[in-house]
């Protein structure tokens, strides 16, 4: 019990530093564009991705932000053993969370939703199997900010269950990637 206690202080630690220390103080309501590119991983059924981000943050403390997230990432379908997989979409519908080490530097977070899968509705050209519709979405980073810019490094996956696997090809929609975003100040 000792252990969890001193866990449990450092965590609480670790985010009031978050809390102290400041983004700009003119910047706690912002609209973010970004795009980003990437290596779908693990994956039998596409090779990379590419896509664009949209969200909305608010920050609640100067070193916490909340907000909506939504954008658009393109998978694209690779051959394997004779499946010849389509290109498929993600769109997601989700809530962020950022943690801003201070005003520029160190920041981590996630988004967390659901994801819609859009495109052709067979996973591969020959085959009957069709595409799942979407599943829960999650999307973690660690990357650095300053007032306007930010850089991470990303992970994005749709969580499908078995829908969509074809044989011991299993559908799988995630990938690790970069992303940079824009931030536009909208005041307070």
Not at 49 to 55: E, K, L, M, Q, Y
Not at 150 to 156: F, G, K, P, R, V
């Given at each position: 019990m000792e252990t969890t206690l001193k866990k449990l202080i450092l965590g609480l630690s670790l985010l009031s530093v978050g809390f102290v220390y400041a983004q700009h103080e003119d910047m706690?309501?912002?609209f973010k564009i970004g795009a980003n590119a990437g290596v779908a991983l693990p994956s039998s059924n596409a090779s990379m991705?590419?896509?664009?981000?949209?969200?909305y943050q608010n920050l609640i403390t100067p070193g916490f932000g909340l907000g909506l997230a939504t954008g658009y990432k393109q998978y694209f379908g690779k051959d394997n053993d004779g499946l010849e997989n389509n290109d498929f979409g993600v769109i997601p519908v989700a809530g962020m969370i950022r943690i801003y080490s201070k005003e520029a530097g160190l920041f981590f977070g996630s988004d967390v939703g659901y994801g819609f899968i859009t495109g052709l509705e067979k996973v591969a050209d020959n085959s009957d199997v069709?595409?799942?519709?979407?599943?829960?979405?999650?999307?973690?980073?660690?990357?650095?900010?300053?007032?306007?810019?930010?850089?991470?490094?990303?992970?994005?996956?749709?969580f499908t269950g078995?829908?969509?696997?074809?044989?011991?090809?299993?559908?799988?929609?995630?990938?690790l990637g970069l992303g940079v975003t824009y931030n536009f100040p909208l005041g307070k």
């Open positions: 706690t309501n912002m991705s590419a896509g664009v981000d949209f969200a069709e595409r799942p519709d979407g599943g829960l979405y999650i999307k973690p980073e660690i990357g650095w900010h300053n007032w306007h810019w930010n850089i991470s490094l990303q992970y994005t996956k749709v078995s829908k969509g696997e074809i044989g011991s090809q299993n559908y799988d929609t995630g990938s």
